[in-house]
């Protein structure tokens, strides 16, 4: 069973780039999420979709975009990355929004950007 | 104050031991709680949640004191395998989008 699959796992970036990061899931989950995890803090969520054609701002929406074309697929855009967008990028989905459903997450993505 | 906050550690202790962690949240209209883990590079994995009531799993129990505003995580017979992050998940509304993730508290056990 995949469960949430991210792509890539790894990525360096210059200052400026662009880059898109893809997170699938095969459980037919109706939310999807992203957060960053930088040390110090915990996670933080970027943006989230509540169903395919939806998304939303989390807390630190600023620099990225995102869309849900399909119900399995969320991807994270950074138009023109920044140094403070270094960090570890976790996708989740869940079938509902119940507080008492279980969050699956993704395995991460490490971002490095110069 | 942060919403949710938690010792880092880390807690080094042998096998065998009995470990606890707590953590305190600030939002007292909080509903739901949480205990995840964290593998060293990997996702975070829902370990419990914690109910008024209070809530075991084999040596794991987790409790909620609402007066204080904390939770608390109690590890028995602590094993190798139990070294990891422990992440205290507050949510203060409903849906997912609630979720306050604390920065962890990270245990070490040894032989």
């Known amino acids: 069973n995949a469960g949430v699959t991210q792509t890539p796992k790894f990525r360096v970036l210059k200052t400026g780039q662009s880059m898109t990061l893809l997170c699938a899931q095969d459980m037919n989950h109706e939310y999807m999420y992203w957060y960053r995890q930088d040390p110090g803090m915990g996670l933080r969520l970027i943006h989230y979709s509540v169903g395919e054609g939806t998304t939303a701002k989390g807390e630190v929406p600023d620099g990225y975009n995102v869309s849900r074309l399909k119900k399995q697929n969320f991807l994270l855009g950074l138009e023109s990355a920044a140094p403070s967008q270094t960090s570890v990028y976790f996708c989740?989905?869940?079938?509902?929004?119940?507080?008492?459903?279980?969050?699956?997450f993704g395995s991460g993505t490490q971002l490095s950007v110069l | 104050r942060k919403e949710v906050e938690q010792d880092p550690g880390p807690f080094n202790v042998p096998e065998g031991a009995t470990v606890a962690f707590n953590c305190t949240y600030s939002?007292?209209?909080?509903?739901?709680f949480f205990w995840y883990r964290q593998d060293c590079r990997k996702e975070p994995k829902l370990l419990m949640s914690v109910y008024s009531s209070g809530n075991e799993d084999g040596r794991f129990t987790a409790q909620l004191n609402r007066a204080s505003q904390y939770i608390s995580l109690l590890i028995r017979d602590s094993k190798l395998s139990d070294s990891a992050t422990y992440l205290c998940v507050v949510n203060g509304g409903t849906g997912f989008q609630k979720l306050v993730f604390g920065t962890g508290t990270r245990l070490l056990v040894s032989p």
């Open positions: 939002n007292s209209a909080s509903q739901s």
């Open positions: 989740a989905s869940s079938l509902v929004a119940d507080s008492n459903e279980k969050l699956f």
